[in-house]
């Protein structure tokens, strides 16, 4: 059966609980970092590709439930209207829950295609929220979309390095 | 053997497409009370102290970066400063003297004329946390919050104009819309000739616009407008923004104007709040509309 065999076919340890939320945190972090201007719009959304990159390869611990939570915060964090950002990565959490069977089979360039639609999904959605509230799009909103695309390799690179230096400290 | 492996995904708790359905609907409500009632705002300050730590730790790059550049300063550079902040202290205290005599002046005029007199301003400062990070909104958070006696509706001014109001408060925080957000407006007049007009930010720029002006307005370039006042918000008087483009087209029944806000409104890092505005008398109730109606048609 093709899609038994992963991309990457070493034996990783068990993902901790820590690595989880340590990198929920950080992204939070990022995103709450002094961005201005041309950087604020080309800012890639920090927390919707790290809560992508648990909704698809770990999908039993990180879910729709946990990300909508994460959601609330990044609402509060960004004195968004309540559910805005948590109805967006509810939607990103099914799309990643959905897909990960698919995602595993692919090389992270097909993988990059992938997420993108599901990003362009969860930012349609914001904006479409917004929309509705207030009114109006700003339309260099969505690159932060392409960026938020452009992130999925390094970070599943970043944690794959992450995962498997915990093996090689056990040894 | 692997095929259970999969199938135990389904057994744990409820399909993703109930739980999506679950929650988009919670999200959906949640919205829908945010947007209008505004119900859940005790709930978002109690969250804003989870998250608030993170914030915080966001803003220290910034903070770090200012520190070290202040530590770097040169010497030539302070001199200079301390030279021109020294002029325009000395240009400020001579007409800080007229202004007090003119205080006096005005407080007795008004005495005379049995006018209200026009309240002393207490102001208080505080420093920008961080400037919201979404590109939709014209939002800066400041270190003052519900601890300092800050409220909502207050004024945030720097030394040169207004800067926004404030729109919500958090325990250590409180969250000031710029006037440069879409839709806000400030109640404005012409300073040259009295003109009352109401100034709305444009949203995406740092530009400002009236709205409906009559072509046939007396509006220059150059113009400055100042506070009204007559909101009950703010403050008579404070500078707000100058007129730099008027666009007069026949074909359209009002002019477009744009102004520049006066104040650096995403420039500076310490602001002023204003506290201890005057009270307006209560709006008169519906009632007394009915006979002012009655005169205009008479009039007709």
């Given at each position: 059966?093709?899609y038994?065999?992963?991309?990457?076919p070493?034996?990783?340890?068990?993902?901790?609980?820590?690595?989880?939320?340590?990198?929920?945190?950080?992204a939070?972090?990022?995103?709450?970092?002094?961005?201005?201007?041309?950087?604020?719009?080309?800012?890639?959304?920090?927390?919707?590709?790290?809560?992508?990159?648990?909704?698809?390869?770990?999908?039993?611990?990180?879910?729709?439930?946990?990300?909508?939570?994460v959601?609330?915060?990044?609402d509060?964090?960004?004195?968004?209207?309540?559910?805005?950002?948590?109805?967006?990565y509810?939607?990103?959490?099914?799309?990643?829950?959905?897909?990960?069977?698919?995602?595993?089979?692919?090389?992270?360039?097909?993988?990059?295609?992938?997420?993108?639609?599901?990003?362009?999904?969860?930012?349609?959605v914001?904006?479409?929220?917004?929309?509705?509230?207030?009114?109006?799009?700003v339309?260099?909103?969505?690159?932060?979309?392409?960026?938020?695309?452009?992130?999925?390799?390094?970070?599943?690179?970043?944690?794959?390095?992450?995962?498997?230096?915990?093996?090689?400290?056990?040894? | 053997?692997?095929?259970?492996?999969?199938?135990?995904?389904?057994?744990?708790?409820?399909?993703?497409?109930v739980?999506?359905?679950?929650?988009?609907?919670?999200?959906?409500?949640?919205?829908?009370?945010?947007?209008?009632?505004?119900?859940?705002e005790?709930t978002?300050?109690?969250?804003?102290?989870?998250?608030?730590?993170?914030?915080?730790?966001?803003?220290?790059?910034?903070?770090?970066?200012?520190?070290?550049?202040?530590?770097?300063?040169?010497?030539?550079?302070?001199?200079?400063?301390?030279?021109?902040?020294?002029?325009?202290?000395?240009?400020?205290?001579?007409?800080?003297?007229?202004?007090?005599?003119?205080?006096q002046?005005?407080?007795?005029?008004?005495?005379?004329?049995?006018?209200?007199q026009?309240?002393?301003?207490?102001?208080?400062?505080?420093?920008?946390?961080?400037?919201?990070?979404?590109?939709?909104?014209?939002?800066?958070?400041?270190?003052?919050?519900?601890?300092?006696?800050?409220?909502?509706?207050?004024?945030?001014?720097?030394?040169?104009?207004?800067?926004?109001?404030?729109?919500?408060?958090?325990?250590w925080?409180?969250?000031?819309?710029?006037?440069?957000?879409?839709?806000?407006?400030?109640?404005?007049?012409?300073?040259?000739?009295?003109?009352?007009?109401?100034?709305f930010?444009?949203?995406d720029?740092?530009?400002?616009?009236?709205?409906?002006?009559?072509?046939?307005?007396d509006?220059?370039?150059?113009?400055?407008?100042?506070?009204?006042?007559?909101?009950?918000?703010y403050?008579?008087?404070?500078?707000?923004?100058?007129?730099?483009?008027?666009?007069?087209?026949a074909?359209?029944?009002f002019?477009?104007v744009?102004?520049?806000?006066?104040?650096?409104?995403?420039?500076?890092?310490?602001?002023?709040?204003?506290?201890?505005?005057?009270?307006?008398?209560?709006?008169p109730?519906?009632?007394?509309?009915?006979?002012?109606?009655?005169?205009?048609?008479?009039?007709?």
């Open positions: 059966m093709p038994l065999a992963p991309a990457n070493e034996i990783q340890r068990p993902v901790s609980t820590t690595l989880i939320v340590s990198s929920v945190l950080i939070l972090f990022l995103n709450g970092l002094p961005w201005e201007g041309v950087w604020l719009m080309l800012r890639p959304d920090f927390v919707a590709v790290v809560m992508l990159y648990w909704c698809t390869h770990k999908p039993l611990r990180v879910s729709i439930g946990l990300s909508w939570a959601g609330i915060l990044a509060v964090a960004d004195a968004s209207l309540f559910g805005q950002h948590a109805l967006a509810t939607l990103l959490a099914f799309g990643g829950v959905m897909l990960h069977h698919r995602l595993k089979m692919f090389d992270l360039r097909q993988q990059t295609t992938q997420v993108f639609g599901i990003l362009a999904l969860t930012y349609a914001y904006a479409l929220v917004h929309w509705q509230v207030n009114g109006y799009v339309w260099p909103y969505f690159l932060g979309c392409l960026t938020s695309t452009l992130l999925w390799a390094p970070l599943s690179i970043m944690f794959q390095g992450a995962r498997r230096m915990r093996v090689d400290r056990d040894h | 053997m692997d095929n259970t492996q999969t199938f135990q995904f389904f057994n744990r708790g409820p399909s993703p497409a739980r999506l359905v679950f929650f988009a609907v919670l999200s959906l409500l949640l919205l829908f009370i945010d947007a209008r009632y505004r119900y859940l005790s978002r300050s109690a969250l804003s102290v989870l998250v608030s730590p993170i914030q915080r730790l966001a803003t220290m790059p910034g903070v770090l970066w200012q520190q070290a550049g202040d530590f770097f300063t040169t010497q030539r550079r302070l001199v200079e400063d301390n030279q021109s902040l020294h002029q325009q202290h000395e240009r400020d205290a001579a007409q800080l003297l007229q202004l007090q005599a003119l205080q002046e005005n407080r007795q005029l008004r005495t005379l004329l049995a006018l209200p026009r309240g002393e301003l207490t102001t208080q400062s505080a420093e920008i946390v961080y400037a919201e990070r979404d590109v939709f909104k014209r939002k800066i958070l400041i270190n003052k919050g519900a601890n300092a006696n800050v409220l909502i509706g207050q004024v945030v001014m720097d030394d040169a104009g207004i800067v926004g109001q404030i729109t919500r408060v958090y325990p925080l409180a969250e000031a819309t710029l006037i440069t957000e879409k839709d806000h407006a400030v109640p404005v007049q012409v300073l040259r000739n009295g003109l009352r007009t109401i100034v930010g444009a949203g720029t740092s530009q400002l616009s009236l709205r409906y002006m009559p072509v046939s307005s509006i220059q370039n150059g113009d400055l407008l100042v506070t009204s006042g007559i909101d009950g918000i403050p008579p008087g404070i500078p707000v923004a100058k007129v730099v483009k008027i666009e007069r087209d074909a359209y029944p002019a477009r744009t102004c520049l806000p006066v104040a650096g409104v995403d420039r500076h890092r310490h602001l002023l709040i204003l506290s201890g505005l005057p009270k307006l008398p209560e709006q109730a519906e009632e007394p509309a009915a006979p002012q109606n009655l005169k205009a048609k008479q009039k007709k």
